[in-house]
């Protein structure tokens, strides 16, 4: 960097994720780890400004991500896996959107070449979730 300019190099999604939290100012993170999200997990754990707070179930996750809004008023973050990780993350994201609490959940899904393949765990997380949350995208 000896001319001043910065330098850019290639990210895995993983890293972008951690990043993003990062630059957010999460510090919490509430989840249930599963094939999907791996590579997140490694790297949330090669790190040590994002928490990671493990749960028994993702639906807990949703939930200790809420009272974490509630009661600290900034938002909660969860981590679950693609399909029914996706879909146990139902109730707490349909509870903090009927309370009006910051919540932000990411979700795995299979690769979008297989998206419609009926692969291992695939289920529409963006229509599932859209009646039960302020914005989702793929």
Known sequence: MSNGQNER?????????VQ?????GVKHV?????GAVLP???????????????????QGAGHAAEGYARSTGKAGVFLV???PGATNAVTPLQD????????VCLTGQVP???????????CDTVGITRPCTKHNWL
Do not use: C, W
Request: hydrophobic share 40%; glycine share 8%; proline share 3%.
């Open 81 to 83: 896996t693609s399909g």
């Open 112 to 122: 979008t070449s297989l998206i419609g393949s009926d692969a291992f765990q695939e």
């Open 30 to 34: 509430f989840g249930y780890p599963g």
């Open 96 to 103: 903090a959107l009927m309370d009006s609490i910051p919540l």
């Open 9 to 17: 190099r290639e990210m895995t999604g993983a890293e972008m994720v």
């Open 40 to 58: 997140i997990y490694d790297e949330i754990f090669q790190q040590d400004d994002v928490e990671h707070i493990l749960v028994r179930h993702e």
């Open 20 to 24: 993003a939290l990062k630059d957010n």
